[in-house]
């Protein structure tokens, strides 16, 4: 089937809510390509249900939105579910903190936030996902001077092994709380976290299409500082980048005066999907039109499906001075690759200081690939797309597809030795290990 037949079926197929569980249909992810290990989820409502629950499981997982394309979250065991517990519990004015229960989603927050006359440093591209995962995967936004979302964490409350309660503070904890907040489930159950946030802002938003493979090798580091948050769209093809988004601050230093042409792209006369073949009604307003931080950060809008969620994606990370060249690397793959992708996304991170983050101790250029939800020519493509990045010391997001040998993985992560003793301390009997834990993390 070519690209555009997939679209127009994928298209047809976002009628039905991502919601809709057919009776006695598998307990899946959001992507349906992933069946979990077991059927048997609990949601609770209070974090004494949580404690209870853990108490009485010998194993088991947390599922946040189920946005992990991979068995990090899986279980043969027991599923738990926050989703309930999704109120904010607070605002520390003084402090610019708001704490918040493990499953509210950045979609609920935002608006509340906004209303209040706060704002989050950033978001991810859906604003779908539960604070607690994204922050736990180190799922990202994009912006040179933005860290992912979990470096927005200042403290957290989970629930260990034990159903005991603990809570970290960057202030108080330092080590074991940048050890444990990218804490890849293997810590506990996260229940509570608190975040910083800063006054509201507003966001304009322009898109710029075909800006030329040359423009972008020669002028990146420009490019990417146009705006607050900058992404590129590309599917590999014709030496150009598709889409070059560019989401600036209102009243931020000097503003982006969106000129008609941006290093020979030209600026868009309508609102567009990434994917240009789709329509653009499900994406945040585009054309300059001033708007909340919360409704022009992400790609999406919280009030529908971004998609049937019928895809595939991997993600690669690599350091920011390596940029120009992991991309050309990819590209010169692009008659393997486009054929199976629906696009692909590259976005920069700011470093920091979390020990499982993909961007620790190192500025970061993410490489994101949507793929067609063919998992057998993906998995062939994996092995031949990390070969490629090899040289440059990738590492892979936590919660997308990846065929990295573990340890390799292991290896790109120096504070890993450290992370699997606080692990051993929370959870000395692996009550939240996982297959997929065992062999990436644990080497077992």
């Not at 991502?18 to 009776?23: E, I, K, N, Q, V």
């Not at 608190?194 to 990146?220: C, G, K």
């Not at 940029?323 to 590209?331: F, G, P, Q, R, W």
Request: with cysteine; aromatic share 10%.
């Amino acid at each position: 089937m070519d690209k555009r037949s997939f679209l127009k079926l994928l298209s047809a197929a976002g009628a039905t809510p991502a919601s809709a569980w057919m009776a006695g249909e598998k307990l899946s992810n959001w992507a349906g390509n992933l069946n979990y290990g077991t059927d048997r989820l609990h949601e609770v409502n209070t974090v004494e249900q949580v404690r209870a629950q853990v108490r009485a499981q010998p194993r088991m997982k947390v599922l946040g939105t189920r946005h992990c394309f991979n068995s990090i979250a899986d279980s043969k065991h027991s599923l738990l579910s926050l989703k309930p517990m999704h109120e904010v519990f607070s605002i520390d004015s003084a402090a610019r903190t708001v704490t918040v229960d493990a499953g509210i989603t950045y979609g609920q927050l935002g608006p509340y936030l906004d209303g209040k006359g706060y704002a989050l440093h950033n978001l991810a591209s859906l604003p779908h996902i539960s604070i607690a995962g994204a922050c736990s995967t180190g799922t990202h936004g994009s912006g040179e001077k933005n860290g992912n979302l979990a470096t927005a964490v200042s403290a957290l409350e989970l629930v260990t092994a034990s159903g005991d309660v603990v809570k970290l503070s960057r202030k108080a904890d330092g080590d074991t709380f940048r050890g444990a907040v990218v804490g890849l489930g293997a810590l506990g159950v996260i229940t509570r976290l608190s975040l910083d946030i800063q006054p509201t802002f507003q966001v304009r938003q322009y898109v710029y299409e075909n800006l030329p493979l040359a423009q972008m090798r020669d002028h990146f580091d420009a490019i990417q500082a146009s705006g607050y948050s900058v992404s590129l769209f590309t599917d590999w093809q014709k030496q150009r980048i598709n889409e070059l988004w560019i989401k600036s601050r209102v009243g931020d230093g000097a503003p982006f005066t969106a000129p008609p042409e941006f290093y020979g792209a030209s600026r868009a006369a309508r609102n567009l999907h990434p994917i240009a073949e789709l329509s653009a009604e499900n994406c945040t307003q585009q054309m300059g039109a001033p708007g909340p931080w919360y409704d022009r950060l992400p790609h999406f809008r919280m009030g529908f499906t971004p998609s049937a969620g019928k895809e595939l994606q991997s993600e690669f990370f690599v350091p920011r001075r390596n940029a120009v060249d992991a991309i050309l690397a990819i590209e010169r793959l692009r008659d393997q690759v486009t054929p199976h992708l629906l696009i692909s996304e590259i976005r920069t991170i700011a470093e920091d200081d979390l020990w499982m983050s993909a961007s620790y101790r190192r500025p970061s250029v993410a490489i994101h690939f949507t793929w067609k939800p063919d998992w057998p020519a993906v998995r062939r493509l994996l092995p031949v797309i990390e070969k490629e990045l090899g040289a440059f010391q990738y590492r892979p997001h936590w919660g997308k597809l990846f065929s990295m040998r573990p340890a390799d993985l292991r290896s790109r992560y120096e504070k890993l030795p450290d992370f699997l003793k606080l692990a051993a301390r929370f959870d000395p009997k692996g009550k939240f290990r996982n297959d997929f834990l065992n062999t990436n993390l644990f080497g077992q």
